[in-house]
């Protein structure tokens, strides 16, 4: 019985394991890195053969609303010196509050990251920049920890 008990309040705290966005269902941990978490809420879309588009998800923080920010977000991920293809990753999102709102264009909140394969970064909007959101384009573009090939 203790060895039953012990293992029951191990596993309570235990930290959740991130998903590959490729493996995720709705309410699974995509991102937890500096007090962020990354939830997925609505699965992404496939487009183009690297593309994600339209996904859903909630970020929360340790010193935010633990309510969470949702984010329609999508990535274009790309493939370093490939021919014809971009040389950065781009992920970019909308911030949203009700998953079945009719959204107009251009959002005035967009943010926008784009990964240059030289190391730089380039931001476009409001978001603060955040760790949270060069994991979550590892794991949408299969990259770094997220890579399966």
């Not at 978490?37 to 496939?46: G, H, I, K, T």
């Not at 490939?82 to 009719?102: C, H, M, R, V």
């Not at 190391?119 to 794991?139: C, F, H, I, M, Y």
Request: some cysteine; overall charge negative.
């Amino acid at each position: 019985m203790l060895a039953g008990t012990g293992l029951a309040l191990a596993g309570c705290g235990a930290t959740p394991k991130e998903v590959a966005v490729q493996d995720a269902k709705p309410g699974d941990l995509l991102v937890q890195v500096d007090g962020s978490r990354v939830e997925l809420v609505r699965p992404f879309q496939p487009g183009i053969a690297n593309g994600l588009h339209k996904g859903v998800v909630k970020v929360t923080s340790d010193g935010g609303d633990a309510k969470g920010q949702l984010y329609e977000t999508t990535a274009i991920c790309s493939v370093k010196g490939e021919p014809g293809w971009q040389s950065y990753d781009n992920i970019y999102g909308d911030p949203i509050s009700d998953l079945n709102a009719k959204r107009t264009f251009p959002v005035k909140d967009r943010w926008q990251f784009l990964f240059h394969f030289d190391g730089r970064t380039e931001q476009v909007g409001k978001l603060d920049p955040s760790v949270w959101v060069a994991r979550l384009k590892d794991n949408l573009c299969r990259k770094g920890d997220f890579d399966d090939t």
